[in-house]
DNA sequence: TCAAATAAGTCAACATAGCTGACGTATTTT
DNA sequence: AAAATACGTCAGCTATGTTGACTTATTTGA
């Protein structure tokens, strides 16, 4: 029989993986909190800044919560200018999403900080590592939203 | 000059980190929602399942959340009995943190759920990843708190 | 063309899980 | 005996998620 079948314990990778994602996301924290945002400011702002022109629709596809909750921090990153809405040129229902300037500075500024960490980490491990630990996270991922996350993270504006 | 400096931008590993821990997590949830539980739940339980005769103190060291807070979950879980509190030998002000057998059991079936995804991703991995995995999630964590870490994971007491 | 569907916003009420501050009780330390 | 410690608890606040109901503007389709 199988020593390590599918179902042996993982407690080691449960846990690194546990505070290795409380630290990753406690960087810009710091910075959101100068500004009265939160975790939820920086999501938004992030996709945003990512896929200039998104759809309202899809934002909430993505973030997977309910427009009443997107909502709120929407309305407050637009109303400190961080983001800005256009009307859709081909259906003038949507909004589509844009970050000022203003908001793709702070936007540069916490991906920064956490591009440090991560490339921090990447630097002190064997070559090819980084292939490695794309492909687990991709793989941690459900298998049916794979595709899309792909498409979402094939696209390098920067 | 370099191509790769520590600040470039990586925009795909964080990504992939914020969808890998979100479905990551997203395993537990169903069940721990059948007994009215949340992800606060979750974690008590597991690092006082991982380190039975854990210390309130102690636990609040490793979670970084306000006694408050604890205690209204942690209520929850003796009320219930998952966990159960006994004095300590040497101090009595202690009420050191065990998980009863029922307690242990939905703890058992929880990690199992996480395991299954870790595994079957290693499983489509090279040989070696589960290293190269264990050694990025363990540099990704804050450089002052690495060693409590490797303390805390290094017991396998499963 | 007009009715239905869609994109987005909004109001109200609620739940979870974090926070601060203040205070109580039992026990140990000095 | 006083001070410190371990833990618990009360009250109230905040951030961010949830439902459900409803409005407005616009597009689609029978």
Redesign the pocket.
Known sequence: MNKLDSTSPRFDLIELFFFAYRDFTGDPDVLLDEL??????H?VLHFVHRNPGL????LLGI?????????????QLVDEDFIC?E??A???????LYTTEKGTEFCAQLSKLQSQRINKAISLMPQGSDEIVRQFLYLMIDENERSEVARLIGKQPD
């Open positions: 009265g945002f939160g975790r939820a400011h999501r759809k309202v629709s899809d973030l997977k919560i309910t427009k009443q909750s997107l909502g709120r921090v929407l309305k809405q009307p859709g081909l259906d003038r229902r949507q909004r589509l």
